[in-house]
């Protein structure tokens, strides 16, 4: 990668987006043509089974919460007609964006009848409710029933709610890890609500378009409030032993930050090929390393932002991350130097790595279901993984052609992860009961 490709590629790691789109970037720029494997090559990659296992929940919510979450949503897809005619939004284009949202409204509306536990159905019902609350409002707009200033002043009234939200955060609880893990959901639910204020609409939306996307995204808000609201409330209810964890939360995050000052960090000047004592340009190492190298940066500048924002729980998360991210980074370099990773030419290639990962996953020794920092981060990496899977079941469905080179990498990084996952919880374990 060319100096340029790569300041671009690190330049954009403090988005928070870049984990989730580096397998897409173009990364050798070599003459040489690649192995490219035909869909129908590809299914004996996942062979073997991944569970599927969600994030766990740190505490449920009432049946009641869910409930009035649903007839919230079913009361906004109601408001618009099915099927949308002419009559009801003369200009085609706007006809076209909201039937387009409605559709995704009802469809993550119906996704909610397969969640596991009411704590995962009132969460997908937040993004459920930006989509129902885009099509709502734009419909209203297009009826004259809601205006341009409207959605502005509501728009104001959320943001405010969601600042006093958070800064009513008190890390009370009865256990360290699961008072961490239910302030890093609400946090990040919340941040992500705000990130969504203020960023829509886009630039050139104007009119019904502007009117309806401020109305989904002021709706989105009003769900993570309330989401917030009711998981804390049900957390105060099941207190026994009621403690503040402040001083610990606040003592493990300043050794955190630390760490990752002290730490040998890569940064944009860093090639993937200056990490390793072995030629590996242009070969599926260097590719293997560039992910990695990805992951660390992306993990300590997660931290150091949420420690910014004062969203503590969710700095500490990111923290465990980090230690788990450069102790896998570490361990794929001495791989490499050993002369792993440097041919991709069968499909059987990628499938060795993916159950590799598998493997690894299922020897960490803490359990997926369990609110604990080891137990959400090893369902993190399963999620990862079925990430990584839906990429290449998409490439089947769709008769594509793949280098796999993406998927290869990702594979083994989260594999890494994985085994270096437990050494990276008793780090931050010290670091909270210190």
Known sequence: MTGLGRRTVLGSIGTGVLGATAGCLEFFESDDPRRRFEADELAPILAMDRPEIERPAPVQPNESSVGEAIVRLDELIDVVPEPLEADDVPNEAVRDEIDRTHEIARDRRDALEDSSDRFHALQRSVVARRYAGEAAVAIEAVRDERALEDVESERDDIRTRIENRRAAVDHVGDDVQRTLLLEHRLESELEIAEWWLDNRPRDGTSGTFA????????????AAVSFAEELERRH????EDERSFESRFETALERSLDAIEEADVPNDSTEPTDLVDAEVSETIAERVLLEGEIAVVNASEQTTDAATNDETSTALWYACAFERDRRALETIRERIEDGAHRSLETADDARTV????????ADVPFEPEEPSLGGDHL??????LGLVDSRIRGTIDDGWRTELFSEYADYVVIGAQL???????????DRLEA
Not at 215 to 222: I, K, L
Not at 236 to 239: D, K, P, S, T, V
């Open 211 to 222: 009117v309806g996307s401020i109305g989904g995204v002021v709706e989105r808000a009003r």
């Open 236 to 239: 105060e209810e099941r207190l």
């Open 354 to 361: 993916r159950e590799s990962a598998l493997e690894s996953a």
């Open 379 to 384: 369902a993190d990496g399963y999620e990862r």
């Open 419 to 429: 085994e270096a996952l437990p050494e990276a919880v008793v780090v931050l374990e």
